[in-house]
């Protein structure tokens, strides 16, 4: 695979991360953003991207930089997505807040594993170890935001007291995180 290949893997997910770390940002400092669970999973979430963000930025210098056409166009077309990501910070509760970012999360994972096999078939050993390791860092992350979504959820519920919130909450996790057991998938992972 060519350079200007893993220059653009690398550059596209360095602009999604970006756009990401952005809406993470907003969503902090949000007056929305009350909740405890939530907001330790976004300060450590923004931690986690700003030093992948500088990682792969440096890694992107190494392969000779970003052509600037290349990232104007890849900022085009993540746009949408950040502009969803930053938008709901405005307007929506927590719980969406936190969906948004799972599954922005689940596009840099996919975006890892893809940059991950690119490296590889380039013998570009350094760049397959980086992106092992981010997406190493951002799978707890979601992990963890597929745990924590249901109690926010409940806690968001205006109809509930605290007590029977947390009550709602915990049962919807314990459902919830039974459904990713891997007797419920049926397959353990196969490494061949």
């Known amino acids: 695979m ?8 690398t550059a596209d997910l360095l602009t999604l991360e970006t756009h990401l770390f952005n809406a993470v ?4 400092t949000s007056e929305r953003v009350s909740d405890n669970d ?18 792969l930025e440096s ?14 166009e ?6 949408g997505l950040a502009a969803g990501l930053i938008d709901t910070v405005r307007k929506d509760p927590v719980s969406k807040m936190l969906r ?5 999360l689940s596009m840099l994972a996919t975006g890892y594993t893809m940059l991950h096999t690119h490296a590889l078939a380039s ?22 935001i597929s745990r924590v979504l249901p109690l926010v959820v409940a806690r968001e ?9 947390e009550e709602i909450g915990r049962k919807a996790m314990e459902n919830t995180q039974r459904m990713w057991d891997a007797e419920q998938i049926k397959k353990e992972p196969i490494v061949a």
């Open 38 to 55: 939530a907001m330790k999973l976004m300060n450590e979430l923004d931690q986690i991207l700003r030093n992948q963000i500088d990682a």
């Open 2 to 9: 060519s350079t200007d290949k893993l220059k653009d893997y």
């Open 25 to 28: 940002k907003k969503q902090r």
């Open 100 to 104: 948004d970012d799972y599954t922005a």
């Open 59 to 72: 890694h992107l210098d190494k392969l000779g930089g970003g052509r600037k056409s290349d990232l104007k």
């Open 123 to 144: 013998d570009d050993s350094d760049l397959a170890d980086l992106a092992l390791n981010h997406l190493g860092e951002i799978t707890p992350v979601i992990t963890e």
């Open 74 to 79: 890849l900022l085009g077309s993540f746009s």
């Open 157 to 165: 519920s205006n109809d509930l007291d605290a007590d029977k919130s």
